[in-house]
């Protein structure tokens, strides 16, 4: 059983930055897709950065492309988030997760096709 943890929310101003990072008990480079999720009240979890641990081909949400990029450490079995600028419609609860088999050229984009989760980490951006 893989456990994922996230650290590095907090509550900022819009226009600011936070760097979010989600350390794995076990080596990531055994993984297939490693991603961040959100929730915000009310709302379903919706994929937000994907990242293939064999080629580090990544992807975006049309709603962070251009500001969130997610890089992957094999060696710290770490993955992270860095969010720049950030805007009151990011504010929620992020998820870091993990695929472990293959799934094809790109990474899901849904909930369903990962099999680890961590308990996430509160983004709060204020106008």
């Known amino acids: 059983q893989v456990q994922l943890e996230e650290s590095g929310g907090g509550s900022v101003q819009a226009g600011g930055s936070l760097r979010l990072s989600c350390g794995a008990s076990?080596?990531?480079?055994?993984?297939?897709?490693m991603a961040w999720f959100r929730q915000a009240p009310g709302k379903e979890r919706e994929g937000v950065a994907f990242i293939s641990t064999d080629d580090r081909r990544t992807q975006y949400a049309d709603s962070v492309k251009g500001r969130f990029i997610i890089s992957q450490d094999n060696a710290k079995n770490m993955v992270y988030l860095q969010m720049n600028p950030l805007k009151p419609g990011d504010t929620a609860m992020y998820y870091c997760?993990?695929?472990?088999?293959?799934?094809?050229?790109?990474?899901?984009?849904?909930?369903?096709?990962?099999?680890?989760w961590g308990q996430g980490t509160q983004v709060t951006v204020s106008s």
């Open positions: 076990e080596t990531t480079s055994n993984s297939a897709c």
């Open positions: 997760t993990e695929r472990r088999s293959p799934f094809g050229t790109f990474c899901p984009r849904t909930v369903g096709f990962y099999n680890y």
